[in-house]
């Protein structure tokens, strides 16, 4: 099984790559986390905003891999706990079906990709910089795969 982190935006300052690589890479080989870049939209004064989160859903939607299940990361999905998202990763891998993360841009994601998820998570009600829901979701599906295999790392409860 492999996780598709789809995510817009390229160019991410160093401090992001390192953390998230370093996340990616402690994961085992039949649990991937593989992050695919999608150029964003430029942004002027005068954008038509609606229009170039449409863009972005439309270059998002066309990176998911086929037979993916596709989970939208959206402040109005349903919060997990730690443990919860643990159980998710657990019941993925027990399918082997491929999963999609979407991350959209500044503005979010397009009402097209919200339709087509067949879940939708929110990380928190908080506002969270796109560079950094990169890293956050590369160490909590660590945190979750170390639960899940008794791994030290997690030593919440």
């Not at 991937?32 to 905003?49: F, G, M």
């Not at 990709?113 to 560079?131: E, I, V």
């Amino acid at each position: 099984m492999r996780i598709h982190l789809l995510a817009v935006g390229t160019k991410m300052p160093t401090w992001v790559v390192t953390a998230t690589a370093d996340y990616v890479g402690r994961m085992p080989a039949h649990c991937q986390i593989l992050i695919k870049e999608l150029v964003a939209e430029k942004r002027t004064k005068s954008s038509d905003l609606q229009r170039i989160c449409e863009l972005e859903g439309e270059k998002l939607l066309a990176a998911i891999p086929a037979g993916s299940l596709v989970i939208a990361l959206d402040v109005l999905g349903k919060s997990w706990s730690t443990e919860q998202l643990a159980s998710q990763l657990d019941q993925w891998l027990a399918s082997g079906q491929d999963v999609a993360l979407l991350v959209g841009g500044p503005e979010g994601l397009s009402p097209a990709c919200l339709q087509r998820a067949d879940l939708k998570w929110s990380l928190s009600a908080l506002t969270f910089p796109h560079p950094l829901v990169r890293i956050i979701l590369a160490e909590q599906l660590f945190r979750a795969w170390s639960i899940l295999s008794n791994h030290p790392y997690h030593r919440g409860g």
